[in-house]
């Protein structure tokens, strides 16, 4: 009988040490974790999971189904919060490093001073970047206008008409930087005009009779453009472009290949 007493004694006492080895390795290794959480996250500007690290706890412990586990979740997370604020997470990003700024992709321009070969006047613009990266855009001008010159030994009496030019350069810009406040941009476009073309005709006066003749063209062009945009929504940008003609008609008779030149100040809304 004092046996069995005895036995039962041991097996009480020996259940009683495993618990408190259990308790002590449990709260021995919460608050290894919850140091080594903060060095960490102090140090290294690294975010933990507080529940990877109350799991790892836990499991350690043996206690993954203790209802104690709460408890030690809700203490670990108070205690990172307390000590280092909001714990920084991948997906917020890098305050530190500026935001690059983001511009719509289509724009719509006017250029209030417009010239080309035939002489000057105004034109409306529309652009829309093709990727992400606003590395390429299309870009459609249409251009108008007007041969004002008073060129030859014109009569005085003679009225002088004003041959009118009407382009459309539709074509690729590209931006070797991408998108930004001020990109420099190449490109080509493809040039079809019509309109009329100044002549001098001479008389039986002795003078030259400025008259109007059909004229179409087709050609092509490389433009170079400075394009600045202060803001999200604004645009500035100056142009200039070179290029010939492969089809050349004045009353449907053909001229042969001839020098084509554009150039702009434009401004425009970016959206």
């Known amino acids: 009988m004092f046996g069995m007493d005895y036995a039962v004694n041991c097996n009480k006492e020996t ?8 308790s002590l390795t449990a709260l021995s290794l919460m608050f290894l974790t919850m140091a080594n959480a903060q060095v960490i996250t102090q140090g290294g500007n690294t975010s933990i999971s507080t529940d ?22 809700k203490s670990l997370d108070n205690v990172l919060s307390e000590s280092f604020g909001k714990t920084s997470s991948a997906d917020d990003g890098d305050d530190s490093k500026p935001k690059k700024k983001k511009y719509g ?7 209030p001073f417009q010239f080309t070969e035939n002489g000057v006047g105004f034109s409306f613009g529309y652009e829309r970047t093709l990727d992400k990266d606003g590395m390429i855009s299309l870009y459609v001008p249409v251009i108008t206008t007007f041969n004002l010159s008073n060129s030859g030994n014109y009569n005085n009496n003679v009225d002088n008409p004003n041959a009118t030019m009407f382009y459309v ?12 406040k001020i990109r420099y941009a190449l490109g080509a476009s493809a040039v079809v005009g019509i309109g009329d073309k100044k002549v001098d005709d001479y008389t039986i006066n002795g003078y030259y009779q400025p ?16 394009n600045v945009n202060p803001s999200e929504h604004l645009y500035i ?13 004045v009353n449907d008779i053909k001229q042969g290949a001839n020098p084509l030149v554009q150039g702009a100040f434009k401004v425009g809304y970016r959206f």
Do not use: C, Q, R, W
């Open 105 to 111: 992709a289509n724009l719509i321009t006017v250029a």
């Open 169 to 180: 350069m539709p074509g690729i810009k590209i931006y070797p930087t991408g998108m930004g």
């Open 211 to 226: 008259i109007l003749k059909s004229h179409f063209l087709v050609g092509m062009m490389v433009n170079n453009s400075l």
């Open 15 to 22: 259940t009683v040490m495993k618990m408190k080895k259990m």
């Open 237 to 249: 940008g100056l142009e200039l472009g070179l290029g010939f003609t492969y089809i050349d008609k």
């Open 52 to 73: 990877a690290a109350v799991t790892s706890v836990a499991y350690e412990a043996g206690v993954v189904n203790n209802p104690g586990y709460a408890v030690l979740e």
